[in-house]
């Protein structure tokens, strides 16, 4: 397993708002990232993904050499969401884009039901994982989807437990250590976040009532070559 030195230096970057509108922002950091810090090009990746778009895209962009191994977790079989509108949306990987996978020895793991989903019937369970999605809230909608996405790879056997991984989303990146559903708050084996990449600081999504009243001065680089973090 491969290991980053812990006295590397870093910054992140701030998006202004939530949503997979980042997404070709944030393989530009990771691009950079892989492209300056040679232990990270060992690791594996994963990302979360509803149809697609970001392992595809990670793929064509992160492989200026050596294509990092990847795995995609995806939303479970059956899996919808209402939208504003009042319509169900469904989201799921095309046919030609799993192919498309298969060719790139991309593993896409379809998990049962991800991790911090409600039982029926199971109340007490039920309050603990709305307690678990509420605090990730606090850090976006992104952070809950990478610690998801990150369960499921351990889960389906495509990582080990301990392992150090890169997870993104579509607007949050950053290297963890993976550890099964099983044991991820167990102090000695459950997953944790090691490193941030990028995140929003404007939680227009999990947070979309509780802006501030005045927009802050700018605290993220406007490039990825600035240098203030």
């Not at 490193?195 to 509780?210: A, H, Y």
């Amino acid at each position: 397993m491969a290991s980053v030195n812990s006295s590397t230096k870093a910054s992140i970057y701030y998006f202004e708002t939530e949503g997979r509108d980042n997404l070709e922002e944030v393989l530009k950091i990771l691009k950079k990232a892989l492209r300056t810090r040679e232990n990270l090009r060992d690791l594996k990746v994963v990302v979360f993904t509803s149809e697609g778009r970001g392992p595809a895209l990670a793929y064509n962009q992160l492989s200026d050499h050596q294509p990092p191994k990847m795995i995609a977790v995806t939303f479970p079989r059956g899996f919808s969401v209402k939208r504003p509108n009042g319509e169900f949306y469904c989201p799921q990987i095309a046919e030609n884009v799993l192919k498309f996978f298969r060719g790139v020895e991309i593993e896409v793991v379809v998990p049962p039901r991800l991790p911090f989903d409600l039982i029926d019937g199971m109340d007490g369970h039920n309050q603990q994982m709305q307690l678990v999605r509420k605090t990730m809230a606090m850090f976006g909608t992104g952070f809950e989807l990478c610690f998801q996405a990150l369960l499921c790879a351990c889960d389906a056997g495509q990582v080990e437990e301990g392992e150090q991984v890169i997870v993104f989303s579509g607007d949050t990146a950053g290297l963890f250590v993976a550890s099964s559903t099983r044991h991820f708050l167990d102090p000695q084996r459950g997953a944790y976040l090691q490193e941030i990449f990028c995140k929003p600081r404007g939680l227009t999504i999990s947070r979309p009532k509780v802006q501030p009243s005045k927009a802050l001065p700018a605290t993220a680089p406007k490039t990825l070559e600035g240098e203030r973090v």
